[in-house]
Structure formats: C-alpha cells, structure tokens
T-cell receptor
Framework: DAKTTQPNSMESNEEEPVHLPCNHS???????IHWYRQLPSQGPEYVIH???SNVNNRMASLAIAEDRKSSTLILHRATLRDAAVYYC??????????FGTGTRLKVLA | KAGVTQTPRYLIKTRGQQVTLSCSPI?????VSWYQQTPGQGLQFLFE???????NKGNFPGRFSGRQFSNSRSEMNVSTLELGDSALYLC???FGAGGYTDTQYFGPGTRLTVL
C-alpha cells in the first residue's frame, strides 16, 4: 500500500489561496490520487481526484507532479467553511482507502 | 438524492457486550465500506462489501464482522466489546465499478462508546 506524507497543519487567511501538499513517492503507476476532506463532526467528503494531469472542479484544483511522487490540492479562495482535515489517498482498484494523518487546515477570518 | 444513512448515531455499551451498526447506502450504490476512526489511529479500513460478498478486509480481529443484504444495506457487528473499540464508525458507499475513479460517499458515522 502506498504511503502518504502531509503537513500536520496549515493556516490560511480567508479569501486567499491555499496550497496543500502531499508526498506519495511509493504510488504505483495506475493509482489515482484522491483528495477527501473531513469537516468537524462529519464523515469525509470527496474533493477531487486525478491520475497524471492537473484537474479542476468547482471545489478545487489538483496539481500532480510530472513524476507523480507528489501532488498539491489548491483551494483558490479559502473560506471559513473550508476549515477541515484534508487527506490525500492513493486509490488502487479496490475501495480499501488508506487514510494518513491528513492536514488540518485552519482558516483565519 | 438521499445520502448515506447510519443508525444509530450514538451508542453506549459496556465491555463484553456486542453491538450491531447499520448502514443504508445511496440508492443505486452496490459497494459499502466500513471504517473505524479513533484519535490515536485515525481512519482505518475495516472491510468492503459488494453484491453481498466481502471483497476486502482490513487488519482487524475476528470480533469485527459485517454483512451486506440484497438491497445493498450493510451491517457490521462487534462482539465482546473492549474499551479500545470506542470510536466513530463510518460507512461509505460507492457504485462499485472500481476504486480507481469511483467516489466514496461517507455517512455521518455512529459514535460508539464502550464503558
């Protein structure tokens, strides 16, 4: 199983962009990179996923390094509602997600 | 579309008892996964069911078991409860077509406290 390394915590000011890094140097060539976040007192929720190229959706953007050993989740304008623990997860063909410790994002008003 | 529902939301048991938790997936989803979340160990995968068959299992003792019904609803059971089983138990549902790109939708969890 691929392992991930993320900063324990990060802070951002409201309305500013946030770049959340993840190292997944042991990822296999076919694993997708998924990002989920867990808001306080809720179950995790899907944010975005990608394989090789950069991806965008209404919530965020995902930048994947060319060697696929790292990726960065980008929140373009952080709001107070984005305060959560963010997890990057290498997804293989199974649904057996290996959650790391994640990054706790604090958004300052 | 209704989300993943879990019942009960809160549960208090004593050591040695057993407990059954229930999960109703999103309509049309055939895969149900279970996770345990504790402050010390974080989120850990328990098992995954698809079409009433267990497809994957995490590294938990045999006291933890589950099953899935023909309507995709799932239950998990923990027998001979220990204090360390106190946790938030999360259920997630997916279409089941494959984990590469499929999204897991998590329920709110069942908070189990073992006294």
């Amino acid at each position: 199983d691929a392992k991930t390394t993320q900063p324990n915590s990060m802070e951002s000011n409201e309305e500013e962009p946030v770049h959340l890094p993840c190292n997944h140097s042991t990822i296999s060539g076919t694993d997708y990179i998924h990002w989920y976040r867990q808001l306080p007192s809720q179950g995790p929720e899907y944010v975005i996923h990608g394989l090789t190229s950069n991806v965008n959706n209404r919530m965020a953007s995902l930048a994947i390094a060319e060697d696929r050993k790292s990726s960065t989740l980008i929140l373009h304008r952080a709001t107070l509602r984005d305060a959560a623990v963010y997890y990057c997860i290498p997804a293989s063909g199974t649904y057996k997600y290996i959650f790391g410790t994640g990054t706790r994002l604090k958004v300052l008003a | 579309k209704a989300g993943v529902t879990q019942t009960p939301r809160y549960l208090i048991k004593t050591r040695g008892q057993q407990v059954t938790l229930s999960c109703s997936p999103i309509s049309g989803h055939r895969s149900v996964s279970w996770y345990q979340q504790t402050p010390g160990q974080g989120l850990q995968f328990l098992f995954e069911y698809f079409s009433e068959t267990q497809r994957n299992k995490g590294n938990f003792p045999g006291r933890f078991s589950g099953r899935q019904f023909s309507n995709s609803r799932s239950e998990m059971n923990v027998s001979t409860l220990e204090l360390g089983d106190s946790a938030l138990y999360l259920c997630a549902s997916s279409f089941g077509a494959g984990g590469y790109t499929d999204t897991q939708y998590f329920g709110p969890g069942t908070r189990l406290t073992v006294l």
